[in-house]
Nanobody
C-alpha cells in the first residue's frame, strides 16, 4: 500500500508561481509513473501532467503546456509540479496519483491510477 501527500498549494495572484510536492510513503514510487490531476468546483477531475518512472518521459495537458513542469526525485520518493504564469482558470484542487502498472510510459488516464492523495487547493486570483 502507498500513501501520497500533496503540499505546496495556496493563494497566488495571476502570473505567479507555485510548486506542488507529492511525497510517497509505504512503498517506493521510484518504479512507477506518477500523475497530477485537478478538479475545479462543479467540474470533473482533469489530467494535468504525468511522468514515467525514470523521469525520462513526461506529458502535459494542452492547457498547461509551456507553463507547468513535472519532475521527480526518486531518492526522495517525491514528485513535483512547478506551475508558472498561473491563470485564474488554474484554480482547483490538485491531486497526485500513482499506479501499480509496470510501464515505461507516462500515464494520462485516471482510471489507470490506483493510489491518490487527498489533494491540495490552488487558488489563483485575477
Amino acid at each position: 500500500q502507498v500513501q501520497l501527500a500533496e503540499s505546496g498549494g495556496g493563494l497566488v495572484q495571476a502570473g505567479g508561481s507555485l510548486r506542488l510536492s507529492c511525497v510517497a510513503s509505504g512503498r517506493t514510487v521510484s518504479s512507477y509513473a506518477v500523475g497530477w490531476f485537478r478538479q475545479a468546483p462543479g467540474k470533473e477531475r482533469d489530467f494535468v501532467a504525468a511522468i514515467n518512472w525514470s523521469g525520462g518521459s513526461t506529458t502535459y495537458a494542452d492547457s498547461v503546456k509551456g507553463r507547468f513542469t513535472i519532475s521527480r526525485d526518486n531518492a526522495k520518493n517525491t514528485v513535483y509540479l512547478q506551475m508558472n504564469s498561473l491563470k485564474s482558470e488554474d484554480t482547483a484542487v490538485y491531486y497526485c496519483a500513482t499506479t501499480s502498472l509496470r510501464t515505461s510510459q507516462a500515464i494520462t488516464a485516471s482510471r489507470l491510477y490506483d493510489y491518490w492523495g487527498q489533494g491540495t487547493q490552488v487558488t489563483v486570483s485575477s
